[in-house]
């Protein structure tokens, strides 16, 4: 099994800046275990849509709402995931969800509890 542990949201007024940090734990020795490590937001009443994604390989996607505000990196050493969020929006507020995906043979599909982030204006 594999556990992930998201931290760093909050309550942050428009303009400001938040870091969320996703840490995997459990059968994972290391983050290159897996194939793909994202981040969706889920606003109430809205689907789950994918915030950022970065590959094994540190190849990375970002939704269009936020290119150039937010930036997915991987932490190997702190087996973690990152989202730096800058220059937020009120129409950022949401649940953020990480998750990690591998392929293939041992595939899984494994999500965070979910941490709330709200942008005041």
């Known amino acids: 099994q594999v556990q992930l542990m998201e931290s760093g949201g909050g309550s942050v007024q428009a303009g400001g800046s938040l870091r969320l940090s996703c840490e995997a734990s459990?059968?994972?020795?290391?983050?290159?275990?897996?194939?793909?490590m994202n981040w969706y937001r889920q606003a109430p009443g809205h689907q789950r849509d994918l915030v950022a994604s970065?590959?094994?390989?540190?190849?990375?996607e970002y939704a269009d709402s936020v290119k150039g505000r937010f930036t997915i990196s991987r932490d190997n050493a702190e087996n973690s995931v990152i989202l730096q969020m800058d220059s937020l929006k009120p129409e950022d507020t949401a649940v953020y969800y990480c998750?990690?995906?591998?392929?293939?043979?041992?595939?899984?599909?494994?999500w965070g509890q979910g941490t709330q982030v709200t942008v005041s204006s």
């Open positions: 459990g059968i994972v020795y290391s983050i290159d275990y897996f194939h793909y």
């Open positions: 998750n990690v995906k591998r392929l293939g043979i041992s595939a899984l599909d494994a």
């Open positions: 970065i590959t094994r390989g540190g190849l990375t």
